[in-house]
T-cell receptor
Framework: AQKVTQAQTEISVVEKEDVTLDCVYE???????LFWYKQPPSGELVFLIR??????QNEISGRYSWNFQKSTSSFNFTITASQVVDSAVYFC????????????FGGGTRVLVKP | AAGVIQSPRHLIKEKRETATLKCYPI?????VYWYQQGPGQDPQFLIS???????DKGSIPDRFSAQQFSDYHSELNMSSLELGDSALYFC????????????FGPGTRLTVT
């Protein structure tokens, strides 16, 4: 069975501060994919990034960066120089690979960026 | 670029009524997924279809059924609605690749009174 845990339920920061969201996952599959989605107050789910289990190269994309550590089963996400528009709920999700394509989501972390 | 279309966007029903939610995937996407997100909850997988056949099933109640049609659109039928069915229902679609990322529609907010 797959499980995704986001221990932080809510993070509040002041604009321009950095925010790091934690994600820990459990799976028995050797091939799997990890995702981050953003859900703004309007409700839609916005795809941010996908990483496969064989690619531990971390990446920076604009103000976003990701840290995938297979040894600790963690896939953390950082927003640098946060902005008010970053206020949203962020979900980490796991796709079990060969076992199917459904996504298992973590509980989400609500990020509130204050001006 | 075209996105996943869901209709209606909002729906209000009474207990014991039925509801039908529709999903139109991104063109050339052949896989459709349905998720249910209760208030303050994370999305939960309900069911998926690949090439009009059910490909996976999650925690979908027996009162719910779904299908994918020849034009790849999908419908989620919900009967004997209960208050607890009030949620945001997302449809997502993906392409032919086994692990293509899923693109989500805007969701249908169902309120059961």
């Amino acid at each position: 069975a797959q499980k995704v845990t986001q221990a932080q339920t809510e993070i509040s920061v002041v604009e321009k501060e950095d925010v790091t969201l934690d994600c820990v996952y459990e799976t028995r599959d050797t091939t799997y994919y990890l995702f981050w989605y953003k859900q703004p107050p309007s409700g839609e789910l916005v795809f941010l990034i996908r990483r496969n289990s064989f690619d531990e190269q971390n990446e920076i994309s604009g103000r976003y960066s990701w840290n995938f550590q297979k040894s600790t089963s963690s896939f953390n996400f950082t927003i640098t120089a946060s902005q008010v528009v970053d206020s949203a709920v962020y979900f980490c999700a796991l796709n079990p690979g060969a076992a199917g394509n459904k996504l298992t989501f973590g509980g989400g972390t609500r990020v509130l960026v204050k001006p | 670029a075209a996105g996943v279309i869901q209709s209606p966007r909002h729906l209000i029903k009474e207990k014991r009524e039925t509801a039908t939610l529709k999903c139109y995937p991104i063109p050339r996407h052949d896989t459709v997924y349905w998720y249910q997100q209760g208030p303050g909850q994370d999305p939960q997988f309900l069911i998926s279809f690949y090439e009009k056949m059910q490909s996976d099933k999650g925690s979908i109640p027996d009162r719910f059924s779904a299908q994918q049609f020849s034009d790849y659109h999908s419908e989620l039928n919900m009967s004997s609605l209960e208050l607890g069915d009030s949620a945001l229902y997302f449809c997502a679609s993906s392409g032919r690749g086994l692990l293509d990322e899923q693109y989500f529609g805007p969701g249908t907010r169902l309120t059961v009174t």
